[in-house]
Each structure stands twice: as C-alpha cells, then as structure tokens.
C-alpha cells in the first residue's frame, strides 16, 4: 500500500499567535457589556491563560513524525480540562478532577479472540514495544469542536502484531475498563458498560492509527485517556477509545457503544464527514477551541489523501 | 413595601447569572468552550426563569400571598431576556448571521425548530406585558394570549431533550418541574369547573407596572 504522507497545511491556514490571542481577547472582552469601554491593553493582561502545573513526567528519546501538522497547537489546559469521557461525567469539564487519583498502574492489556498467541500484556512492556513518537494531529469530536494535539505514541500496528491475527479475522473490538470504584460515570446508564469501539482490521493497521500513552511531551494525563488509549484523527472523537484493557479481534463487525446508544446517530464508521449531518445538527463546520469563528470541516478531517483507499467503493452516507 | 423590597432582590439576583459570565468571561475563566458555555448558560437560565414565572401562580394561591403575583411580569421579561441572550449566542457566535445557514437549521433541525419557535412565542408576551396593553386587550384575551408560556417552556424542555447526546438527566428534570406546574393548573381547571366558579381575571392593578 502506498501511504502518502502528512499533508502539509498551507502557511495561510495556521492562525498566527497574534490574530489567536486577539480572539482570545475579543471572547473574553464579549462577554461583559461593559467591557468595551475598558482599553484593550489591560483586556489582554487580564485574558491571559493561566499556566498550568502539573507535574506530568516527561517521556524521553521522543521521535518527530512525518504525520504531524504544523497547525497551532490547542492549549494544554483546555485538552486536559475539556475531556467527553463518560465514565467518569458528562460534564466535560468534569473529568479532569474526577479522574486525579485514577490508577494506570498495575495495568495490563488482554489481547485475545482470533488470534495465534492470546496475551496479557503489562502496560509497562508495550510501552517498550517501540521508540514513542510525536504525532500532532487534528481531533474532531462529533458534537462540533476541534482541537490540535501533540500525541505521544506509537502506530497500533505495532502492537497488534504481537499476536499473530488468525486469517479469518476481520475487525478488532477495543473494551474500555469500567470499575465502578474508580469511575463515579458509571453509575449513570448513559451507555452500556464497559465502552466498546471497534474497528475494521485494515482501518486498526493503518499507519495513522495510534496507541496513545502520552502527550505535549508528557505521560497521558489521566483524563485524556490515560495509560493506553487509541488516537484515529480521520475518525470522530469518540471512535478513539479510552483506557484500553481488552482487544479482541474478531470476524464480524463489533457494535461500538455510541452505534448501540443511537444507531441512526452514530455509524460503525464515524469517519469526519462534513456532507454527512449528524441527524440533529450539521457537521460543515466547527469551532477549534480557542478561535472565534467556526471553520469548516475537511473530509476525513484532512486525512483523506491517505484514508480514503480504505473506503473505496463504499456508499459513506450509508456507512457512515 | 414588602412587594417593592421583593422586587429589587428578584431584580439583582437576575442579574447575576450574566454578571457571573461577564466577569468569568473578562477573566477568561469560562473555560476551553466559552461560546459553549454561554449558550449553555443562557438556555438554563431562560428555563428556570420560565419555571419560576409558571411557579408564581402556584405558589400565591398555596400560600395565600396574593400580592406576590407583582412579581410575575419581571420574571417572565428576564426569562425573555436570557432567551434574547440565547438567541443572540446562536444567530451571532453560532451561525455568524449566516442567514441561509439559520433557516436551513430551523427547517431541518428539530430541536433548533422548537426552541426558535418557543422563542418567538415570548415575542408577543413581552411586548404585552404592561398594564397598558392588559387594558387595551382586556384581561380575558390578555389572559389567552399569555397562556402561550405554556407553549413556550414546553418547547423549551423538548429543545433541551433533543439536542442532548445521551445524558437525559437535566432536561428530565426540567421537564419534571414542569410537569408538576402544569399539572397544578389543571387540577385547579377542573376542581373550579366543579364548583362552577369564575376564575379570576387579571386587572391592570393588579397585575401592575413595575414601581422599581
């Protein structure tokens, strides 16, 4: 297979720093009726975002990637404060206080189903797997927003290859954890426990795909997914399960757990398709955290030069 | 007095939800989505405003304060006032006065449909709203044409319910109140067809212009 590589953005796409605090500025400006009389010097001392201390451990020997994007990067604060992650609340700003004393350690992965060798894996040995790379992707969550974020990982192909997948099987089911002790989401019966995605076994080794333990240089911040999670940028946020404990890898098609919750919603798919509306709200456009105005969506979130061999011949209305 | 005092406490403690945004939003505290968050806000406050405007008949006759019914028109003018402001969050921060974008979404969308019409419902109430127009419309026809609040917080709750993803919890809970004050009335309906009494028309006195 021939694998393009990372599109490059036109240098008149990124948002320059100045123009992005402006708007930042603006916002925060907006917001008072009064605020246009104040001058817009001090608006811009007062909007200035707050840095964040976390004391995240650095992951080292980490390797640029092809794929990258060279768009402005989204806030650390807001990737990490703005999380949809169910199992611990619908309210996305939530999670991020919830999740603080989840444990990622002991953690270990089950890799079994159609497969040669059924495993269990310790986090800690896949981790070792592969030299990390950083790979700056575009994220697009089905409700509307986007952001740009700096994943630390390697390709999941890497992984899945560990286990020598039997001829017959055709698509992977990834099982999120629920413990109920950890996860106070999971007393609400939003979704069926445990998270289920699934994807098909050509999509899961697309060098896209990516096993995700870290960001902006760091390990995975709890509520972000950590310690292992799924990053597919041409696919809808949701598709990029969270902490991983259980692969399976099957012949027929898994019912992920946003197709089961709404089937006329959410497909299998969920590729980012802007000609395809969610049946309640447009998927044209939408709002980059930290800009103004909202831009419009690209077919397979910008992805398409290298994704759209896998979707050959299929009816992505229909498959969506 | 007592009436007066109410008044401009239920006037200040209004303000305060757009106070909250405004000096969040100054300080850039509204966090990573703050259009999100205002139109978040704005569309609560509009429900509860509308919930507590419905709850004002309910509670004079429950308790007896008769009086208190003064404060019903300011409650419902600030229920309109955050549907202005959740409007004005959508036509301007959402669509950018896109205005083939709006009426594509108010012909396709349900839930932007029904939450644009239980706004333009409340057009026509708040323009009616003084003793002036009751006098002018006379109570009965007045009384008819504010029974549109109906609608409209019905509208609301199913605006909210349809554009949830899968957490029902708060707009059930809206819907819950709601439903009680509805439900209220319509004892009361039934329990005075009964009794075969006249229900009682609003006077300009009593309904009466703000003194605040």
């Known amino acids: 297979m021939l694998i393009k590589k990372g599109g490059e953005i036109p240098s008149s ?38 840095m964040t201390a976390q004391a995240n451990a650095k992951i080292d020997g980490i390797q640029k990637s092809s794929f990258s994007t060279t768009e402005t990067i989204t806030p650390y604060k807001d990737v990490t404060n703005y ?24 953690w270990t992965l089950t890799i079994d189903g159609l497969v040669k060798n059924k495993k269990t894996l310790d986090v800690d040995s896949i981790l070792k797997l592969s030299a990390p790379e950083e790979r700056i992707y575009r994220h697009r969550c089905v409700e509307g927003w986007s952001i740009v974020v700096p994943w630390v990982g390697f390709s999941l192909s890497t992984l899945l290859k560990q286990v020598e997948p039997l001829g017959k099987a055709k698509f992977i089911k990834f099982t999120s954890l629920a413990d109920a002790g950890q996860m106070p989401g999971l007393r609400a019966p939003v979704l069926h426990w445990p998270y289920v995605e699934g994807l098909r076994l050509d999509e899961a080794n ?44 099957t012949d027929n098609q898994p019912v992920n757990s946003w197709n089961e919750s709404a089937p006329s919603e959410y497909g299998f798919y969920s590729n980012v398709n802007p000609n395809v509306d969610h049946p309640r709200w447009s998927q044209a456009t939408e709002r980059r955290l930290g800009e103004f105005r909202k831009r419009p969506t690209l077919m397979f979130n910008g992805y398409g030069e290298q994704v759209a061999s896998l979707y050959n011949g299929m009816d992505l209305k229909k498959n969506f | 007095m007592k009436l007066r005092l109410l008044k401009v406490a239920i006037f200040l403690v209004c303000l305060v939800p757009l106070a909250r945004l405004g000096l969040k939003g100054l300080h850039g505290e509204l966090g990573a989505n703050p259009i999100e ?95 002036g127009w009751i006098r002018r419309l006379g109570g009965k026809r007045w009384l008819a044409l504010h029974r549109l609040i109906y609608v409209t917080a019905i509208a609301g709750v199913i605006h909210y319910i349809w554009l949830v993803k899968a957490d029902l919890r708060k707009p059930l ?9 509805l439900a209220y009335r319509l004892v009361v309906h039934l329990a005075g067809k009964g009794n075969r009494k006249k229900v009682p028309t609003p006077t300009p006195q009593r309904v009466g212009v703000s003194e605040v």
Not at chain 1, 16 to 40: C, D, H, Q, V, Y
Not at chain 2, 71 to 93: E, K, N, Q, S
């Open chain 1, 13 to 50: 796409e990124i948002t320059p720093k100045r123009l992005f605090f402006s708007r930042r500025t603006f916002l925060a400006g907006m917001a008072t009726a009064g605020a246009a009389a104040l001058t817009e010097l001090g608006l811009r001392d007062l909007a200035k975002p707050a």
């Open chain 1, 83 to 106: 999380n949809n992650y169910y199992e611990f609340s619908t309210d996305k700003y939530e999670p991020a206080g919830l999740a603080k004393n989840f444990k990622t350690r002991p």
């Open chain 1, 206 to 249: 697309h060098p896209l795909s990516l096993l995700g333990f870290g960001m902006y240089g760091e390990v995975m911040p709890n509520q972000d997914g950590a310690p292992l999670r799924l990053v597919l940028p041409w696919k809808y946020g949701f598709k990029s399960a969270k902490a991983i404990v259980k692969i399976t890898f």
């Open chain 2, 37 to 131: 968050v205002i139109t978040h806000s704005t569309g609560d406050w509009t429900m509860i405003l509308l919930l507590a405007t419905l709850s004002i008949t309910p509670l004079r006759m429950l308790t007896r304060q008769y009086w208190i019914i003064g404060v019903r028109r300011m409650l419902g003018l600030f229920a309109f006032f955050y549907g202005c402001l959740h409007f004005t969050t959508y036509i301007w921060l959402d669509k950018f006065f896109d205005v083939h974008a709006m009426l594509q979404d108010i012909a396709k969308r349900k839930f932007i449909t029904v939450g644009f019409l239980g706004f333009v419902l409340l057009i026509p109430l708040a323009v009616t709203s003084t003793a």
């Open chain 2, 173 to 181: 809970q809206y819907a819950l109140v709601l439903g009680v004050l």
